[in-house]
T-cell receptor, first 113, second 111 residues
């Protein structure tokens, strides 16, 4: 399985600011995903990060709030913009493994004050 | 319709006991996956199931892909303290990488 790292591992941010989370994979992968896990909850898909084109967002998530970059097949970033306390969550990137599996990074724990 | 219903929500068991949890849906899934998440970590894949009726083991863990393709269960035998964590089922919908997650089962093992 791919080795996935995320930076930062955690952060505490002020309301109204933005945070960019990085996801690095040790091998080239076609599909990368970003998830949100609110406290005590399950995982919710934010978007699929597409290499060379705009990310595909799930219902309830928009590019202005969660801009995503995917400059190559091993790296992606998720920005949480204009943060509010409701954005406090764990943000996870994952990659599609084979066959039909996904592997997750360690997550970024975000607290917004 | 595409939601996964995972139960139980939580379990408190004695070390050495067996554990069983399951996920059901009204939708058909092509693949069922079981993950474990430790505090402060991302989910780790435990078992992947690809065919209806498939029964797969990984050490003390056994999981099955339901015949109807709408359900799956995970059993843990002879539980130990390090089994503590949250277990998630996940199903991949036909035709794409659209994965849905159950709400999780929080397992506590008392020594």
């Amino acid at each position: 399985s791919a080795v996935i790292s995320q930076k930062p591992s955690r952060d505490i941010c002020q309301r109204g600011t933005s945070l960019t989370i990085q996801c690095q994979v040790d091998s080239q992968v076609t599909m990368m995903f970003w998830y949100r896990q609110q406290p005590g909850q399950s995982l919710t898909l934010i978007a699929t990060a597409n290499q060379g084109s705009e990310a595909t967002y799930e219902s309830g998530f928009v590019i202005d709030k969660f801009p995503i970059s995917r400059p190559n097949l091993t790296f992606s970033t998720l920005t949480v913009s204009n943060m509010s306390p409701e954005d406090s969550s764990i943000y996870l990137c994952s990659v599609a493994g084979g066959p039909d599996t996904q592997y997750f990074g360690p997550g970024t724990r975000l607290t917004v004050l | 319709g595409q939601q996964l219903n995972q139960s139980p929500q939580s379990m408190f068991i004695q070390e050495g006991e067996d554990v069983s949890m399951n996920c059901t849906s009204s939708s058909i899934f092509n693949t069922w996956l079981w993950y474990k998440q430790d505090p402060g970590e991302g989910p780790v894949l435990l078992i992947a199931l690809y065919k209806a009726g498939e029964l797969t083991s990984n050490g003390r863990l056994t999981a099955q892909f339901g015949i109807t393709r709408k359900d799956s269960f995970l059993n843990i035998s002879a539980s130990i303290p390090s089994d503590v964590g949250i277990y998630f089922c996940a199903g991949l919908l036909p035709g794409n990488n659209d994965m849905r997650f159950g709400a999780g089962t929080r397992l506590t093992v008392k020594p």
